[in-house]
């Protein structure tokens, strides 16, 4: 009876687990996340990893929390663009290292003719470009 009640219980767990999505979701569930200016959801900074894929967890920030996400990780409303340190969420900087809001770090982009999501800079030559260029 052991057996049968164990066999039983296991397939209803692997029959509701078979719903979810890697993300968490619910197969057809629809969630509307926050989006940046390329389209790309939000991400809420994490260093969890995934046991399944060894990938860092998808936290996608949903558009009725993202209030919640600002206030938690102290960012001025509307933040779209920061850089993960590991777990914490810091605005990205400028070469002077003066941190830049959203709609600063779109006027940037701008007047550098830099491409629109770049939030990490190289200013070795004290004009800022994508990072990773020399």
């Given at each position: 009876m052991k057996s049968i009640k164990l066999?039983?219980?296991?397939?209803?767990t692997l029959s509701l687990?078979?719903?979810?999505?890697?993300?968490?979701?619910?197969?057809?569930?629809?969630?509307?996340y926050l989006k940046n200016d390329l389209g790309q959801i939000v991400n809420e900074c994490t260093d969890e990893i995934n046991p399944m894929?060894?990938?860092?967890?998808?936290?996608?920030?949903?558009?009725?929390?993202?209030?919640?996400?600002?206030?938690?990780?102290?960012?001025?409303?509307?933040?779209?663009?920061?850089?993960?340190?590991?777990?914490?969420?810091?605005l990205p900087k400028d070469c002077q290292g003066k941190p830049?809001?959203?709609?600063?770090?779109?006027?940037?982009?701008?007047?550098y003719n830099l491409p629109v999501g770049t939030t990490e800079f190289n200013c070795s030559s004290g004009v800022p470009k994508v990072a990773n260029d020399s």
């Open positions: 066999f039983t219980l296991s397939i209803c687990t078979a719903c979810f999505t890697p993300t968490g979701q619910l197969f057809g569930e629809q969630k509307d894929t060894g990938e860092i967890t998808f936290n996608g920030v949903a558009k009725s929390k993202a209030n919640a996400f600002w206030i938690r990780n102290n960012l001025p409303k509307g933040t779209l663009y920061y850089v993960c340190e590991g777990a914490q969420t810091v830049l809001t959203t709609p600063e770090i779109r006027r940037y982009w701008k007047k």
